[in-house]
């Protein structure tokens, strides 16, 4: 499996951004789709962003298109999502997390896709 350690999280006031960091390290990170996931409190794990093998495709949840930016760079196995325009509602625990099958070409929205997570790192918007 790989370990990943996440970075980055803290408080924000509304409108403002966080850059939030992956770091990877195991099995051969560049071969795994990654994806950030949040969970808010009392609610279910969701998916917020998600990027391919190579980096050539990136996938965003709605509530977070154009806000949102996910990047990987395969040479210092790191991933990271760039957040803008944060909202109250972005409040949550952000995890980060490897694909369980190597080389897939899209990237599964769905937690059970994935069996390398983070401890996460948490995020909170002030309104």
């Known amino acids: 499996q790989v370990q990943l350690v996440e970075s980055g999280g803290g408080l924000v006031q509304a409108g403002g951004s966080l850059r939030l960091s992956c770091a990877a390290s195991?099995?051969?990170?560049?071969?795994?789709?990654m994806s950030w996931f949040r969970q808010a409190a009392g609610k279910e794990r969701e998916f917020v962003a998600g990027i391919n093998w190579s980096g050539s495709s990136s996938y965003y949840a709605d509530s977070v298109k154009g806000r949102f930016t996910i990047s990987r760079d395969n040479t210092k196995n790191t991933v990271a999502l760039h957040m803008n325009t944060l909202k109250p509602e972005d409040t949550a625990v952000y995890y980060c997390?490897?694909?369980?099958?190597?080389?897939?070409?899209?990237?599964?929205?769905?937690?059970?896709?994935?069996?390398?997570w983070g401890q996460g790192t948490q995020v909170t918007v002030s309104s």
């Open positions: 195991g099995r051969t990170f560049n071969l795994n789709s």
């Open positions: 997390a490897a694909d369980r099958i190597l080389f897939r070409p899209g990237v599964p929205q769905e937690a059970y896709e994935y069996d390398s």
